[in-house]
């Protein structure tokens, strides 16, 4: 069973959602398939079925405020939702 992690926003209709599947994590994007992310360092994942990395930015709490989408020479941020 999927259990949410967070929901960060790219645009209005295009969510990213972070879900743990045991000791793995996912990423799904508004209409696309879900892919497991691999840890490269605390803050940084990459994906093995896209090239893709994603990389978290923390608040002072230490839990994720947003995340940085590296793909296609470009830099997307998303502010996390919930």
Do not use: C, W
Not at 10 to 21: C, E, G, M, V, W
Not at 38 to 46: H, M, S, Y
Not at 54 to 63: E, L, P, R, S, V
């Amino acid at each position: 069973m999927d259990r949410y992690v967070g929901r960060y926003q790219l645009a209005p209709t295009f969510i990213l959602s972070i879900t743990r599947q045991e000791s793995h994590l996912y990423v799904q994007a508004t209409g696309q398939p879900k892919f497991e992310m691999f840890a490269e360092g605390e803050k940084d994942f990459f994906l093995k079925d896209v090239d893709a990395q994603i990389t978290f930015a923390t608040g002072d709490q230490g839990k994720a405020t947003e995340l940085t989408l590296h793909q296609n020479g470009a830099n997307l941020t998303a502010r996390r939702i919930e």
